[in-house]
């Protein structure tokens, strides 16, 4: 290519092709039965017939043991605190107010933790192992999601053993 | 290469809609009928496990990660993945195996394609500049193919229609296929046309569904002491995505995988064919230099139910199991990926 015809081009730093696709996604069976539990106010985890472990949400298999889950298990209302992060970034559409706090909570009855909203308390205080419990939003609002529930808040209830958490006493 | 026992193979149904169940509800009976048929455990009893998916089917990220979950990897597994069908995933095992870093694998596949528009999905195999932004879906591309076909005078349209109603008359004997019956060449000829010049017929329908493999060195085999079949070859060769760089009409990366797999150094008594389309069984069996002496799918083939990424691996399973079975001695088959017969591999089993 000559000079000339190199400076005639406009650099092509780039062009514009959107994907869109439908799906009509399926959550699973095990999952579907979670969500179900969720709308009536319920956390159900499944445990494994092998190793005995309760999994939330379950996915219908232990992913440890490589074996069906069915057996349903009502979990508590209450769990631990087994890790913690403050949030400072505001994140688009999230209409939360930074500085939060994000936890994996362990459900009482179960191994597996999940994330939800720490509140009800002062940020500085969170601590692994804290007791907290989950606070439901009005049973008017329940959908097939998590945000059922509007957070966990403190119990006062003392901490649990950092090697305790996630321990199943039944198991 | 050296030879490398197939063990035992399992497939579920082909369904139109597998419902609730999600990828690992999918997996999880196929696995556990392959291991059980191996005489082993789980996935901890073989050196490597390799699968074969695509996130893009069912719309959920990550969705292959899951596909793990049903292996039992605690304590840690050598695993891998092919975002392809898993007759590749096959391949990677095959690797494994000839380089001495395994002496077994468990294979598997798996589509769960109900949830999306399945040609529309496709249609993001296509190169992302020029092709992909046209929407140019995967029975398009399959029309394109066929029209040059029957303009050029290599088929005629009653060479179609034929090729559906053996399919359709083979699937009777196979009780995961999701189309069987018999019905007439004149009869599928009234059907109106779909895309022209495909009717409805000339594609796979949409499946949902899962397959499973155990694989091994011979020596390992025999210590298990389970019947096996023996892969003596495996190749595949890839065309340009360019489809005006192609002709269309003729496959060159499934002949020279064929010659280089050794499809002519024995007798084929059956071979099973991944034709999505009727035209491109014609085009297959030319390019695998099949004669009239050569069972072609009977199984039915994919016309009969398409397992998106697993219906390659599949095509080898149901030629295994035939010779495990005892029923042959020697079969080939055929896998393909991307659109109008963009990528093919060939495989050459015989009896141990």
């Keep these: 290519m000559s000079d000339q015809n190199t400076e005639a081009l406009e650099p092509i730093t780039g062009i514009e092709v959107p994907v869109y696709l439908d799906y009509n996604f399926t959550a699973g069976r095990a999952t579907a039965r979670f969500l179900t539990g969720v709308k009536n106010g319920k956390l159900l985890g499944q445990r494994c017939p092998s190793c005995r472990n309760v999994y939330i949400p379950p996915r219908g298999c232990c992913a440890a043991c490589g074996v069906a889950t069915e057996e349903e298990v009502e979990l508590s209302n209450k769990a631990t605190v087994e890790s913690f992060t403050i949030v400072h970034i505001p994140i688009p559409g999230n209409p939360i107010k930074p500085p939060y706090v994000i936890a994996n909570l362990v459900p009482d009855g179960a191994n597996i933790s999940f994330l939800h909203v720490l509140s009800e308390c002062k940020n500085e205080d969170v601590r692994i192992g804290m007791r907290v419990e989950a606070l439901w939003k009005d049973a008017s609002e329940w959908d097939y999601a998590m945000e059922n529930i509007q957070y966990f808040r403190p119990i006062d209830e003392p901490d649990m053993e950092v090697e305790e958490i996630g321990r199943l006493k039944d198991a | 290469m050296r030879d490398i026992a197939i063990v035992s193979f399992v497939q579920s149904d082909c369904v139109r809609d597998a419902g609730a169940q999600n990828e690992v509800e999918l997996i999880m009976p196929v696995l556990r009928k392959a291991l059980d048929a ?48 898993a007759a590749w995933a096959l391949y990677e095992a095959v690797l494994k195996i000839t380089m001495g870093q395994a002496e077994s694998a468990l294979v598997y596949g798996f589509g769960k394609s109900s949830p999306g528009e399945l040609p529309i999905v496709l249609s993001q195999q296509l190169d992302p500049y020029y092709m992909a932004p046209l929407w140019l879906d995967s029975i398009s591309t399959a029309a394109l193919q066929a029209r040059t076909m029957l303009d050029n005078g290599d088929i005629t349209e009653k060479d179609m229609a034929e090729v559906v109603a053996r399919s359709r008359k083979n699937a009777k004997s196979n009780p995961h296929a999701q189309l069987k019956g018999d019905v007439s060449v004149d009869e599928l000829l009234a059907e109106p046309t779909y895309l022209s010049p495909l009717r409805k017929h000339d594609c796979c329908p949409v499946s949902d569904g899962a397959c499973a493999m155990v694989v091994a060195t011979v020596e390992k085999a025999k210590e298990w002491g389970k019947p096996y079949a023996v892969l003596k070859g495996i190749d595949h060769r890839i065309e340009s995505h360019n489809f005006g760089a192609r002709d269309l009409t003729q496959s060159p990366s499934t002949q020279a995988a064929a010659k280089s797999a050794g499809v002519a150094n024995g007798p084929v008594e059956v071979a099973e064919i991944y034709a999505p389309f009727s035209h491109q069984e014609i085009i297959l069996k030319r390019a695998l230099g099949l004669g009239d002496d050569t069972v072609v799918n009977p199984s039915g083939g994919v016309l009969a139910g398409n397992l998106m990424m697993a219906s390659g691996l599949s095509r080898i399973g149901e030629v295994a199991m035939r010779i495990i079975r005892g029923d042959i001695k020697r079969g080939i088959a055929h896998a393909t990926s991307g659109h109008a017969l963009q990528q093919n591999l060939v495989a050459v089993l015989e009896e141990a």
């Design chain 2, 38 to 85: 191996a005489g082993i455990q789980s996935a901890q009893d073989v050196d490597f496990t390799c699968s074969g998916s695509c996130d893009y089917l069912q719309g959920a990220a990550f969705a292959f990660v899951s596909g793990v979950d049903p292996l039992g990897a605690v304590p840690p597994i050598k695993e891998s993945h092919v975002e392809m069908d």
